[in-house]
């Protein structure tokens, strides 16, 4: 899963990036408004961080453009915690929730694990299906027998990419681009690597290749 980080604070927004990466994401991060908006519209994150005091150009302006442009990825805006009317204005102009400042990384964890699931229609706090259950803490996957199997990140992100659009043929590019940050190289050889470690690691039959189109979770051949 792919996230964009809007964030002036060098150290914030360094640190962010590096311990949502550890957690298993991919992670872009911006320092201003101006770049931020361009990535926002640009590339296909799965949710956006963004900061409100922004410079270039306010977070609440971006979020209002974003909006205004028909973007519909989850935003979670950063506020300071006693400034309630941020809060209230960043609701109004289309964020999905908030956290404050400070927080806890693991708390702004939950919630974009919330809205990511929530956006993709799976209201549970556990990812599961055709006999996985995904462990966001461990990056691993349990087994219908009980086995947990470690996943590396690259693995982690693509099954996690895969359980939550189950029955969607998924193309290498469109794989490519919520599993790799903006700046790697999205080559599409790669792609076939990691579902052959998937397959090799679950069983062939979870994931489906579909000549000329892609791959399919959760469906088998007839």
Same mark, same amino acid.
């Given at each position: 899963?792919?996230?964009?980080?809007?964030?002036?604070?060098?150290?914030?927004?360094? #640190?962010?990036?590096?311990?949502?990466?550890?957690?298993?994401?991919?992670?872009?991060?911006? #320092? #201003?408004? &101006?770049? *931020?908006?361009?990535?926002?519209? %640009?590339?296909?994150?799965?949710?956006?961080?963004?900061?409100?005091?922004?410079?270039? /150009?306010?977070?609440?302006?971006?979020?209002?453009?974003?909006?205004?442009?028909?973007?519909?990825?989850?935003?979670?805006?950063?506020?300071?915690? $006693?400034?309630?009317?941020?809060?209230?204005?960043?609701? =109004?102009?289309?964020?999905?929730?908030?956290?404050?400042?400070?927080?806890?990384? !693991? !708390?702004?964890?939950?919630?974009?694990?919330?809205?990511? /699931? /929530?956006?993709?229609?799976?209201?549970?706090?556990?990812?599961? *299906?055709? *006999?996985? &259950?995904?462990? $966001?803490?461990? =990056?691993? &996957?349990?087994?219908? $027998?009980?086995?947990?199997?470690?996943?590396? *990140?690259?693995?982690?992100?693509?099954?996690?990419?895969?359980?939550?659009?189950?029955?969607?043929?998924?193309?290498?590019?469109?794989?490519?681009?919520?599993?790799?940050?903006?700046?790697?190289?999205? $080559?599409? #050889?790669?792609? !076939?690597?990691? &579902?052959?470690?998937?397959? =090799?690691?679950?069983?062939?039959?979870?994931?489906?290749?579909? /000549?000329? %189109?892609?791959?399919?979770?959760?469906?088998?051949?007839?």
């Amino acid at each position: 899963m792919r996230l964009l980080i809007v964030e002036d604070d060098a150290d914030l927004g360094a #640190n962010l990036k590096a311990e949502l990466e550890q957690k298993g994401f991919a992670v872009d991060w911006r #320092n #201003n408004g &101006v770049d *931020g908006q361009f990535m926002g519209e %640009q590339e296909p994150y799965d949710a956006i961080v963004l900061d409100l005091g922004l410079p270039k /150009r306010s977070g609440l302006e971006v979020l209002r453009n974003w909006r205004n442009a028909d973007l519909k990825t989850p935003v979670l805006i950063l506020t300071a915690r $006693d400034a309630w009317h941020e809060k209230v204005e960043g609701f =109004q102009a289309g964020a999905d929730d908030y956290l404050g400042k400070p927080f806890h990384v !693991e !708390e702004l964890l939950a919630r974009l694990n919330a809205l990511i /699931r /929530r956006a993709s229609g799976a209201a549970r706090a556990e990812l599961s *299906g055709n *006999g996985l &259950v995904l462990d $966001d803490t461990r =990056q691993s &996957v349990r087994l219908s $027998d009980g086995r947990e199997i470690e996943l590396t *990140g690259t693995e982690f992100r693509m099954l996690r990419y895969f359980m939550l659009h189950p029955g969607v043929i998924l193309s290498k590019s469109r794989l490519a681009e919520h599993v790799y940050d903006y700046d790697s190289d999205k $080559d599409s #050889n790669v792609i !076939e690597v990691y &579902v052959r470690r998937l397959r =090799q690691k679950l069983g062939d039959d979870l994931i489906e290749t579909r /000549r000329g %189109q892609g791959y399919i979770f959760g469906m088998t051949s007839t």
